[in-house]
């Protein structure tokens, strides 16, 4: 029995180092992250994917990288040690976001399961897509209250409706307002009836949302 166990463990033990990876962001060339996994240096373009290692964005001090089903933070110089084992998404509480050009926080997610590119608005009372998403998404909008929208050219019409699903990364949260307008927007402006669901910390160009 007992050396049955100590199989059991070494197999485990074999299994948990081949499904590891150890990566360090040593920082930006041009347009790809220098990413040196399991001691081999690669440039790295966003989007490419090298032995399992999907670069997802990257700044001047950390880049965001995939690995086994969820998504970490690598901070200029510091080894992370990273896992294949995903966690349950009852788990996955926390959104990290890195500003972009301008400042703003832009990132991908999904309303309904169905893709969008969100920008981080804090002013937005809720969530603000556009009808042409909203279409695209197959959201039945038609149907939900009439509103009048401020803007600067004055007020124009929308239609309040409620999300069953919003996700941002791993973290998914239902039962989200949102208001549908008729006017061109490149991004959907993720609101706050999104954000008041989690703590929001601001540090430098980096914006955690943790959840409630």
């Known amino acids: 029995m007992t050396s049955r166990l100590l199989l059991a463990a070494t197999l485990a033990l074999t299994f948990m180092a081949a499904t590891a990876q150890t990566v360090t962001f040593n920082g930006a060339m041009g347009d790809k992250a220098l990413l040196v996994i399991d001691g081999e240096a690669r440039p790295i373009p966003v989007g490419a994917t090298v032995q399992g290692v999907k670069l997802v964005t990257m700044s001047a001090d950390e880049a965001r990288v995939e690995f086994g089903g969820h998504v970490e933070v690598l901070?200029?110089?510091?080894?992370?040690?990273?896992?294949?084992?995903?966690?349950p998404s009852s788990a996955n509480r926390e959104i990290v976001l890195t500003a972009g050009m301008g400042g703003h926080f832009v990132t991908g997610g999904a309303i309904n399961?169905?893709?969008?590119?969100?920008?981080?608005?804090?002013?937005?009372?809720?969530?603000?897509?556009?009808?042409?998403?909203?279409?695209?998404?197959?959201?039945?909008?038609?149907?939900?209250?009439?509103?009048?929208?401020?803007?600067?050219?004055?007020?124009?019409?929308?239609h309040v409706v409620n999300l069953t699903s919003v996700r941002v990364g791993d973290v998914e949260v239902?039962?989200?307002?949102?208001?549908?307008?008729?006017?061109?927007?490149?991004?959907?402006?993720?609101?706050?009836?999104?954000?008041?669901?989690?703590?929001?910390?601001?540090?430098?160009?980096?914006?955690?949302?943790?959840?409630?």
């Open 174 to 212: 239902f039962n989200v307002s949102a208001v549908v307008q008729p006017t061109f927007m490149e991004y959907v402006l993720l609101g706050n009836s999104f954000l008041t669901r989690f703590q929001m910390k601001r540090e430098n160009d980096t914006l955690t949302l943790q959840k409630r």
């Open 75 to 87: 901070r200029l110089g510091s080894p992370a040690h990273l896992s294949r084992t995903a966690l």
């Open 113 to 158: 399961g169905r893709p969008v590119q969100f920008m981080v608005d804090t002013g937005a009372t809720a969530i603000a897509l556009s009808q042409a998403d909203a279409d695209r998404i197959g959201l039945d909008y038609r149907n939900g209250q009439r509103v009048g929208i401020h803007t600067a050219n004055g007020i124009i019409p929308g």
